[in-house]
């Protein structure tokens, strides 16, 4: 378990990079730190290791403070984005380091090499040196080092970000499936929302030093808690258009919808609708979005449509071979939508 109270890093610069930011990490868990560059990530799992001091709060590792104890003494594994290995080792050396640090004999060592190695299909490199590795390849060594030591916390920066897509999705799936197995607690930064959705048991996104939502992915994918995780969140943004309540319902882009609860006559708020929950329909309905079709765009399975509507863009997906054709008129009726008044999540329907 990982517990962080009023965690504060004000770099010299005068850069608050961490906001007291309060958390609990559970035992086993796979935590994801989800956000935009800069706002704060690798400096909290570097404050969790111990490479950062913080200004203020602190740091507790299954109830331990360790907020003024050197990175060495806490147990944790980090993987790093700019990965360090040992130019001088090969292989079979960088993943045994932590082990022959702690002591074990090198027979044992070597075998746990191995087998970690064959997890991350490395067997063929064991014998190999850093300057003879791929980037990809470096990075999968790191990745076996840390889960070699079996640390109390394994603390991932981006470890994936250097892997071409292909790999970078069997990694993903293996390292999923390792952390189960291990269930080691886990603490995984990444600015790619599809990975922290795809890892993770919960997820903070964070913004400017501070966490906006923790939560689980569900939760965050179908309840994002601002208009900033909603636009964050989804392989295809969230339309977030401006509504604006009437006696006679909600007006958004053209479509007159029911009033929700807690909404009053005058309110302006802003309407969210990911792609994915909206149908299309060549059949005008008063509490669809009327738009005319500008853009196709191919993603496989399906296609991505751009409707210019009365006012705002809108985004949905339509499966390969329903796209309407360029220019006609069409109707596009929401099914599951987010209300948010300022930045802040009203309600949901
Ligand atoms: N050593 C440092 N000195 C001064 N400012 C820093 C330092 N490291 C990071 N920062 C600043 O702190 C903020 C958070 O950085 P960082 O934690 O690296 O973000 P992320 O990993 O989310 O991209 C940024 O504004 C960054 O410029
Ligand atoms: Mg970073």
């Known amino acids: 378990m990982i517990t962080l109270h009023?965690?504060?890093?004000?770099?010299?610069?005068?850069?608050?990079?961490?906001?007291a930011i309060e958390l609990t990490i559970a035992d086993g868990e796979f935590f994801a730190l989800l956000g935009p560059s800069g706002c704060g990530k690798t400096t909290l799992l570097r404050t969790i290791a111990g490479l950062e001091t913080p200004t203020r709060g602190t740091v507790r590792i299954d109830g331990k403070d360790v907020t003024a104890l050197p990175p060495g003494e806490r147990d944790v594994a980090m993987v790093f984005q700019d990965y360090a290995i040992f130019p001088h080792m090969d292989v079979t050396a960088n993943i045994a380091y932590p082990l022959r640090i702690r002591k074990v004999p090198r027979a044992e060592?070597?075998?746990?090499a191995a087998g970690v190695a064959?997890?991350?299909?490395?067997?063929?490199l064991l014998h190999r040196r850093p300057a003879e590795l791929s980037g990809g390849q470096q990075q999968r060594v790191a990745l076996a080092r840390a889960i070699a030591c079996h640390p109390a916390a394994f603390l991932f920066d981006e470890p994936l970000s250097n892997l071409d897509a292909r790999l970078r999705l069997e990694a993903r799936t293996f390292l999923k499936r390792l952390q189960r197995e291990l269930a080691v607690t886990t603490v995984f930064v990444t600015h790619d929302q599809a990975e922290a959705l795809a890892l993770a048991d919960r997820i903070a996104v964070m913004s400017d030093g501070r966490m906006i939502q923790v939560a689980t992915p569900a939760?965050?994918?179908?309840?994002?808690?601002?208009?900033?995780v909603a636009a964050f969140i989804g392989s295809t943004p969230m339309n977030l258009l401006p509504a604006h309540a009437t006696p006679g319902g909600l007006h958004v882009a053209g479509a007159t919808l029911p009033l929700p609860g807690g909404v009053t006559p005058g309110d302006h708020l802003t309407y969210g609708v990911r792609p994915e929950y909206m149908t299309l329909s060549p059949a005008e309905r008063p509490d669809a979005f009327p738009g005319a079709v500008t853009v196709l765009e191919n993603l496989g399975t399906h296609t991505l449509v751009t409707l210019e509507t009365p006012g705002a863009l809108i985004?949905?997906?339509?499966?390969?071979?329903?796209?309407?054709?360029?220019g006609t008129p069409v109707w596009a009726t929401p099914h599951r939508a987010l209300l948010y008044r300022g930045d802040t999540l009203l309600t949901t329907r």
Do not use: N
Not at 6 to 19: C, E, N, Q, S
Not at 219 to 228: C, D, G, L, N, V
């Open 6 to 19: 009023a965690l504060t890093k004000i770099f010299p610069g005068g850069v608050h990079a961490l906001d």
């Open 109 to 112: 060592r070597t075998a746990k």
């Open 118 to 124: 064959a997890r991350l299909s490395l067997t063929e």
């Open 219 to 228: 939760e965050i994918f179908h309840r994002p808690a601002t208009t900033f």
């Open 315 to 326: 985004q949905t997906v339509v499966p390969e071979g329903h796209e309407p054709p360029l």
